[in-house]
């Protein structure tokens, strides 16, 4: 779906490096939401932002952090990537007047 | 803590066999219930959704899923599998407090010709 976009699609850093992926959204929603996929463990919720303004945890933040800068725009940061970051990353948005989401092709993301 | 079980892990069919793949929720309050279905290197797309109204629900491609609330299950089932819905099922929950979906585990199939 071109409405959602994430850049890089594909990534290999090494274990230290800082790395900053990111998802644009030309569909005007409010919300913006970063996911993590691993094997057997379904999606995981990293991170979300009802706003500009807005930014919260989800279940597994540790080690993330996160940069609204418009509407358009939220960008996940791993400011020292470790190997069990390893994964496949979605950015998804929402409206706010309906609950489902949106998804990005998603990156894949392996840490050295 | 609100939750998603998926029992089926991997689901093996040959063409034109029916499909049921399990999910339940921990959740008791409204909820709004989804399916998304990922196909082989792609991302994650809506193949139906509940929010209220008749627990049965069609979507997608001939999918649908039954709302029991009783049982906490929205179930998805298909008649007839093709090879082309080899994919990967993902049910998910909104919890209307928190605004916030809960995805499962995730259920893959593999449809053989």
């Known amino acids: 779906d071109a409405d959602v976009t994430q850049t890089p699609r594909n990534r290999i850093t090494k274990t230290g490096k800082r790395i900053m992926l990111e998802c644009s959204q030309t569909?005007?929603?409010?919300?913006m939401y970063w996911y993590r996929q691993d094997p057997g463990l379904g999606l995981r919720l990293i991170y979300y932002?009802?706003?500009?303004?807005?930014?919260n945890k989800g279940e597994i933040s540790d080690g993330y952090s996160v940069s609204r800068q418009a509407q358009a725009k939220f960008s996940l940061s791993l400011e020292s990537a470790i190997p069990n970051q390893t994964a496949l990353y979605f950015c998804?948005?929402?409206?706010?007047?309906?609950?489902?989401?949106?998804f990005g092709p998603g990156t894949r993301l392996t840490v050295t | 803590a609100q939750s998603v079980s998926q029992h089926n892990h991997h689901v093996i069919l040959s063409e034109a066999a029916s499909l049921e793949l399990g999910c339940n929720y921990s959740?008791?309050?409204?909820?709004?219930l989804f399916w998304y279905v990922q196909y082989p290197g792609q991302h994650l797309q809506l193949l139906l959704k509940y929010f209220s109204g008749d627990p049965l629900v069609k979507g997608i491609k001939g999918f649908e899923a039954e709302f029991i609330k009783s049982k906490f299950s929205f179930n998805l089932r298909k008649p007839s599998v093709q090879w082309s819905d080899t994919a990967e099922y993902f049910c998910a929950v909104r919890n209307y407090n928190t605004d916030k979906l809960i995805f499962g585990t995730g259920t893959r199939l593999q449809v053989f010709p």
């Open positions: 932002s009802f706003d500009v303004k807005d930014i």
């Open positions: 998804a948005t929402s409206d706010m007047t309906g609950p489902e989401q949106y």
């Open positions: 959740y008791g309050g409204t909820v709004n």
């Open positions: 569909k005007g929603h409010d919300r």
